[in-house]
C-alpha cells in the first residue's frame, strides 16, 4: 500500500472524467488529449464517498448519503442523471439511505453504472477483505442503485481499484473468481480475446460495450487498463470509445492510477484538473485514515 497509489487513483478518476466529459454522448470513435474545464457527478460522488470513509474511519450509510445530498445540493450543476436527486430530496425529507429509494423511481431498481463511477474509495479503503469490499460496495451502490447489475457492477470496478493497487499478476483470473453474476463473467472472457484485438475498436464495444449500465461499462474500463501500457494511454483509449465517456474514462482512470501512480499523470493534465489539491489532499487522509487502522489491527 502506498500513497502515491490512493492519490494516483482518486486523482487519476477525476482526470478520466475531465477528459471524457467534453465528449460524452458522441456515438463516433474521437481521440483527444485535451481536459474539460471540469469535472462531473462522477468526481463529486467520489468525493463524497472519500469523505465519509474518512470522517467515520470506515462505511456509515447515514452519513455517506448525507455527504451526497450536501454536495449535490451545493453543486447540482454537476451533470447528475435523473434519478439519483430525486433520491436525495427524498433523503433530504427523512428517508433512510438503505430503502432502495430507486425501485421508487425505476421498476426493480437502476442497473446504471452511477453505483461503480464513484466507487474507487471503498476499493482503496477495503483492498485487504475482499469479503469486505463487495459487502461494502453493495451498500454504497444501494444508497442510489439497488439492482443487482449495479451492486455487482460496483463490486468488480472496486475490486480492480484494489487488485491495481496491490499490482495483482492474476489480473483477469481473480476478477473472474470474484464476480459472482454470469454477465460479468462473460464479459471477462471476452476481455481477454479482445486484449489481442485492441484497435477494433468497433468489436470492443459491440462486446463490451460503451453505454450508461453497469454492465456496458464497468467491463469496458477494465479493458481499456489492461489494453495499454501508461495511464495516458488508458484514458484516452477509454474515452476514444465514445458513448458514456466521462465515466468510463473515470473508472478506467481510478484503475489506471492506482496501479501507475499519482507520478504517471501528465503534469499538463495535473495543473489543468480543476479542484487538484483538495482531491490529491483527500486521497492523502484516506490512506493515512487505513495506515492507522491497519496498524491498530497489527499491534
Known sequence: MKME??????????????LGAPLEGFLS????????????????????????????????????????????????WRGYGSGPPRIFKMIKQGRRWDEC?????????????????RIAPIGLFYFDDIKKLREISHKTSQITHSHPLSMEGAALEAYAVSL????????IQKLYDFTILDIYKKKIKAI????????????VVRELGN???????????????????????????????????DTIGAMTGAISGAFYGYDSIPKKWLEKLENRDYIFNLATLLFKTKKKLLDLKIH
Open 164 to 171: 491495481a493497487l496491490i499490482r495483482e499478476k492474476n489480473f
Open 211 to 245: 453505454g450508461v449500465t453497469a454492465h456496458e461499462s464497468v467491463p469496458t474500463a477494465i479493458f481499456s487498463f489492461l489494453s495499454t501500457d501508461s495511464f495516458k494511454d488508458s484514458v484516452i483509449y477509454a474515452v476514444s470509445l465514445g458513448g458514456d465517456t
Open 101 to 117: 429509494l430507486d425501485k421508487e423511481i425505476f421498476p426493480g431498481g437502476s442497473y446504471g453504472n452511477g453505483a461503480a463511477m
Open 29 to 76: 470513435f474521437t481521440v483527444t488529449a485535451d481536459l474539460g474545464s471540469h469535472y462531473t457527478d462522477d468526481t463529486a460522488m467520489m468525493i463524497g464517498i472519500a469523505e465519509s470513509l474518512i470522517e467515520c474511519k470506515g462505511f456509515n450509510g447515514d452519513n455517506m448519503a448525507q455527504k451526497f445530498v450536501s454536495n449535490y445540493y451545493k453543486e447540482p
Open 192 to 203: 481477454e480475446h479482445l486484449l489481442t484485438e485492441k484497435e477494433n475498436r468497433d468489436r
Open 5 to 18: 497509489r490512493f492519490t494516483g487513483c482518486l486523482t487519476g478518476l477525476a482526470i478520466g472524467d475531465s
